[in-house]
């Protein structure tokens, strides 16, 4: 037998936190309730631990923008959304079926009761009678004292109330700019630059405020939520809580007068279409295209131009083309006199995003066109230290922009009209040649056109390069993220224009060689896009434009088609590799974009299809071969 000596461990090391921490973590979650309950001026003793809020999140740091690191792009964009568990993670609300008054700390007549009138819809609005106080609506109950129903209506009224709970304590922690407004002049102006800063920073912060007015700030901290990683947590509620607002502005501003008031009626009582509340739908609409579904966004876009021809804004600028069309102005809406420039450019600019957004959805959804530039008597937008600014100045009209391009160089929001419309009128001249076959007569106008779009876009393009040279040179950031867009959206256009000229089947050698130079055009405008997309990591994705990713996605598409053109053999060989790094930018964008993602998947699927396809092609073609040569 091995004698084995026994060591015996008398004292073992202490287990459990340290001496004081528990008392320390419980006195910080007593003070952070307290604090919880001041600033967000939630209900009268409510136990707000029982909404599993804060669990876990250290909210002593209230300045979360600037706390917690930027994210950069894709990759890190994961980890970042691990800092939005700060700020109220919605998901760990408990789903717990056994909801009573005692375990809400909350008095059922009072959560079951409390409504808001239609005067108070508003919050932060002042009512007709000067009051902004919630009014409560009796309820049934029994001799004891508790609510005469069912259990399962219980359950149901305690689930609504904590869901109008977490709704107004949401638009209260924007009320109190826990979102601040400066998040979105830094990331959302840049590419929907609508809204004059001062003028707005002038009346945000009031108390009272009107309804259309409420509506544009609430949509501007839902976008801006959008485009954060650390309140991302927030923005589906806030969507929903802002387009609630927007909605009841429209049934409050079709119910007054009589039902079958005209819109006259309703002119001559003074009644009219507020800018803010076009502002803030075209807002809804840019985060929708980030964050809902495009389909969505294209209704609401839809309501957003019904909106503007109601307003007339498509011809502020009428006097200086007729007096005519200025006499018939006089009597609308958009008749707004002693206006400042910015006031008025504000409304320029409102118009031609609504228009942007038009011609876009035109273009890559088969959108029918709602405003037609036979009727646009608007100047282009001018540039944004004049805007800002209130500095006047003069600008073209689109036709003269698009004609010979008078001004050397537009503002980078003016050559994304300019370019956007471009390709309405892209489309326009594809269906034109799809429509019919082409006679003697009919190809000559095709080429005519096409002709036309390509000079166009060609003085656009380089105008597009001068103005990225110009900003780089003297922005102190070197980055514009509008001016990026518009440089991809010119190469874009040229892409349009190869592919058109490919749906024809040219017969003559003459239109053969033109068509050939086209698409050889077509593809180094591909291969410049893929190049910029490679360059994109220099600025922030929270920045870029919602339609991005559908131009990203058309290069690929061509790219894809154009992999192996016999005629193109030596930019050929890049295409694949072009194709897998517009995927890793549309991968990149996928954690801002919805619409990013699916244009990434819908790509995946052709591309493997595509394989498939070419791999099938390789393999009969060397069976043949082999057959042939053994034959």
Same mark, same amino acid.
């Given at each position: 037998?091995?004698?084995?000596?026994?060591?015996?461990?008398?004292?073992?090391?202490?287990?459990?936190?340290?001496?004081?921490?528990?008392?320390?973590?419980?006195?910080?979650?007593?003070?952070?309730?307290?604090?919880?309950?001041?600033?967000?001026?939630?209900?009268?003793?409510?136990?707000?631990?029982?909404?599993?809020?804060?669990?876990?999140?250290?909210?002593?740091?209230?300045?979360?923008?600037?706390?917690?690191?930027?994210?950069?792009?894709?990759?890190?964009?994961?980890?970042?959304?691990?800092?939005?568990?700060?700020?109220?993670?919605?998901?760990?609300?408990?789903?717990?079926?056994?909801?009573?008054?005692?375990?809400?700390?909350?008095?059922?007549?009072?959560?079951?009761?409390?409504?808001?009138?239609?005067?108070?819809?508003?919050?932060?609005?002042?009512?007709?009678?000067?009051?902004?106080?919630?009014?409560?609506?009796?309820?049934?109950?029994?001799?004891?004292?508790?609510?005469?129903?069912?259990?399962?209506?219980?359950?149901?009224?305690?689930?609504?109330?904590?869901?109008?709970?977490?709704?107004?304590?949401?638009?209260?922690?924007?009320?109190?700019?826990?979102?601040?407004?400066?998040?979105?002049?830094?990331?959302?102006?840049?590419?929907?630059?609508?809204?004059?800063?001062?003028?707005?920073?002038?009346?945000?912060?009031?108390?009272?405020?009107?309804?259309?007015?409420?509506?544009?700030?609430?949509?501007?901290?839902?976008?801006?939520?959008?485009?954060?990683?650390?309140?991302?947590?927030?923005?589906?509620?806030?969507?929903?809580?802002?387009?609630?607002?927007?909605?009841?502005?429209?049934?409050?501003?079709?119910?007054?007068?009589?039902?079958?008031?005209?819109?006259?009626?309703?002119?001559?009582?003074?009644?009219?279409?507020?800018?803010?509340?076009?502002?803030?739908?075209? =807002?809804? #609409?840019?985060?929708?295209?980030?964050?809902? &579904?495009?389909?969505? /966004? $294209?209704? !609401?876009?839809?309501? +957003?131009?019904?909106?503007?021809?109601?307003?007339?804004?498509?011809?502020?600028?009428?006097?200086?083309?007729?007096?005519?069309?200025?006499?018939?102005?006089?009597?609308?809406?958009?008749?707004?006199?002693?206006?400042?420039?910015?006031?008025?450019?504000?409304?320029?600019?409102?118009?031609?995003?609504?228009?942007?957004?038009?011609?876009?959805?035109?273009?890559?959804?088969?959108?029918?066109?709602?405003?037609?530039?036979?009727?646009?008597?608007?100047?282009?937008?001018?540039?944004?230290?004049?805007?800002?600014?209130?500095?006047?100045?003069?600008?073209?009209?689109?036709?003269?922009?698009?004609?010979?391009?008078?001004?050397?160089?537009?503002?980078?929001?003016?050559?994304?009209?300019? =370019?956007? #419309?471009?390709?309405?009128?892209?489309?326009? &001249?594809?269906?034109? /040649? $799809?429509? !019919?076959?082409?006679? +003697?007569?009919?190809?000559?106008?095709?080429?005519?056109?096409?002709?036309?779009?390509?000079?166009?876009?060609?003085?656009?393009?380089?105008?597009?390069?001068?103005?990225?040279?110009?900003?780089?040179?003297?922005?102190?950031?070197?980055?514009?993220?509008?001016?990026?867009?518009?440089?991809?959206?010119?190469?874009?256009?040229?892409?349009?224009?190869?592919?058109?000229?490919?749906?024809?089947?040219?017969?003559?050698?003459?239109?053969?060689?033109?068509?050939?130079?086209?698409?050889?055009?077509?593809?180094?405008?591909?291969?410049?896009?893929?190049?910029?997309?490679?360059?994109?990591?220099?600025?922030?994705?929270?920045?870029?434009?919602?339609?991005?990713?559908?131009?990203?996605?058309?290069?690929?598409?061509?790219?894809?088609?154009?992999?192996?053109?016999?005629?193109? /053999? $030596?930019?050929?060989?890049?295409?694949?590799?072009?194709?897998?790094?517009?995927?890793?930018?549309?991968?990149?964008?996928?954690?801002?974009?919805?619409?990013?993602?699916?244009?990434?998947?819908?790509?995946?699927?052709?591309?493997?299809?595509?394989?498939?396809?070419?791999?099938?092609?390789?393999?009969?073609?060397?069976?043949?071969?082999?057959?042939?040569?053994?034959?």
């Amino acid at each position: 037998m091995i004698e084995t000596r026994c060591i015996v461990v008398e004292t073992r090391p202490q287990r459990g936190p340290q001496k004081g921490q528990l008392k320390a973590l419980r006195s910080r979650v007593e003070t952070l309730e307290k604090e919880l309950k001041v600033q967000l001026g939630f209900f009268e003793g409510a136990d707000v631990t029982q909404f599993g809020i804060f669990e876990g999140a250290d909210v002593t740091q209230l300045d979360l923008e600037s706390a917690i690191p930027q994210p950069g792009l894709g990759t890190d964009l994961v980890t970042a959304q691990d800092s939005m568990s700060l700020v109220l993670p919605i998901e760990t609300l408990p789903r717990t079926p056994d909801l009573t008054p005692t375990t809400l700390g909350l008095d059922p007549i009072t959560v079951c009761a409390t409504r808001l009138n239609s005067d108070s819809a508003w919050p932060g609005v002042m009512s007709s009678s000067g009051s902004t106080s919630e009014q409560l609506s009796p309820i049934p109950c029994t001799k004891s004292g508790d609510l005469d129903i069912s259990d399962i209506v219980w359950a149901d009224l305690c689930v609504s109330s904590m869901g109008a709970a977490l709704s107004y304590m949401c638009f209260r922690l924007t009320h109190h700019e826990f979102i601040s407004d400066q998040l979105y002049f830094d990331r959302i102006h840049a590419v929907a630059p609508i809204v004059h800063k001062r003028h707005y920073l002038s009346w945000a912060n009031q108390e009272s405020l009107t309804p259309p007015q409420v509506c544009l700030r609430a949509a501007m901290r839902t976008v801006a939520s959008a485009v954060s990683a650390q309140f991302r947590g927030l923005s589906d509620i806030l969507y929903a809580e802002t387009r609630r607002l927007l909605e009841v502005l429209d049934v409050d501003e079709h119910c007054h007068g009589l039902p079958w008031s005209t819109d006259k009626m309703a002119m001559l009582t003074g009644r009219r279409i507020q800018l803010e509340q076009i502002q803030a739908w075209l =807002l809804l #609409a840019h985060y929708e295209l980030l964050r809902v &579904h495009q389909d969505r /966004a $294209q209704l !609401t876009i839809a309501r +957003v131009l019904r909106l503007v021809q109601s307003s007339r804004l498509y011809d502020i600028d009428a006097s200086d083309v007729s007096p005519v069309v200025e006499a018939a102005r006089s009597m609308t809406p958009a008749s707004w006199p002693d206006e400042t420039f910015a006031e008025t450019e504000e409304k320029r600019r409102t118009f031609w995003l609504a228009f942007t957004f038009d011609r876009f959805f035109y273009t890559y959804n088969e959108w029918p066109l709602t405003l037609h530039e036979e009727i646009i008597f608007t100047r282009l937008p001018a540039p944004e230290s004049n805007f800002q600014n209130s500095e006047p100045i003069r600008m073209d009209f689109l036709p003269e922009a698009m004609a010979d391009g008078s001004r050397s160089s537009l503002s980078p929001f003016a050559e994304c009209v300019v =370019l956007a #419309a471009l390709h309405g009128r892209y489309v326009s &001249h594809r269906r034109l /040649a $799809q429509s !019919t076959t082409l006679s +003697v007569k009919e190809t000559h106008e095709f080429w005519t056109r096409h002709q036309w779009l390509s000079e166009a876009v060609e003085r656009r393009t380089q105008s597009s390069a001068r103005s990225a040279v110009e900003i780089s040179m003297t922005n102190v950031d070197g980055e514009d993220p509008m001016v990026a867009f518009t440089h991809l959206l010119a190469h874009n256009a040229v892409i349009h224009l190869g592919s058109v000229i490919e749906l024809i089947p040219w017969k003559t050698l003459e239109y053969q060689l033109a068509a050939i130079a086209y698409e050889q055009r077509a593809h180094q405008a591909a291969t410049d896009v893929v190049r910029l997309a490679r360059a994109a990591p220099s600025f922030s994705y929270f920045k870029t434009h919602p339609f991005l990713p559908n131009i990203l996605s058309s290069a690929a598409s061509f790219l894809m088609t154009h992999v192996k053109s016999p005629d193109l /053999a $030596q930019i050929g060989e890049q295409g694949s590799d072009g194709v897998r790094h517009l995927l890793d930018a549309l991968r990149r964008l996928r954690g801002v974009s919805n619409l990013a993602g699916n244009l990434s998947d819908l790509l995946e699927a052709n591309r493997v299809y595509a394989s498939t396809i070419i791999s099938t092609e390789t393999i009969e073609h060397d069976f043949s071969l082999g057959y042939l040569q053994n034959g």
